[in-house]
Nanobody
């Protein structure tokens, strides 16, 4: 069974940090591109960050570049999103995604809530 399970969300103050984790199972993790999307209240789901199979290539949305850092550990079948300098506008449900490429996300996690208080 293909599955992505996010953890690490919660409530944090403005300027704080959180690290999200995404545990993958049911597919060959080391061959898949991994990413994070988010859905802010009243907004459409949007791309946040992506990382290729080896971890050697990453992409970020303009809104998080320089504050968020995506990484992966292929030995642990886990992807991470380190979020720093958090802002209230980062409040969202964050989803872990996987796909054979960065333009083909075929597996989604259930999401984890991140709330940044002002």
């Amino acid at each position: 069974q293909v599955q992505l399970v996010e953890s690490g969300g919660g409530l944090v103050q403005t300027g704080g940090s959180l690290r999200l984790s995404c545990a993958a199972s049911g597919f060959t993790f080391s061959t898949y591109t991994m990413g994070w999307f988010r859905q802010r209240p009243g907004k459409e789901r949007e791309f946040v960050a992506g990382i290729n199979w080896s971890g050697g290539n990453t992409h970020y949305s303009d809104s998080v570049r320089g504050r968020f850092f995506i990484s992966r550990d292929n030995a642990k079948n886990t992807a991470y999103l380190q979020m720093s300098s958090l802002k209230p506008e980062d409040t969202a449900v964050y989803y872990c995604v996987a796909g054979p490429s960065g333009s083909d996300w075929d597996t989604w996690g259930q999401g984890t809530q991140v709330t940044v208080s002002s």
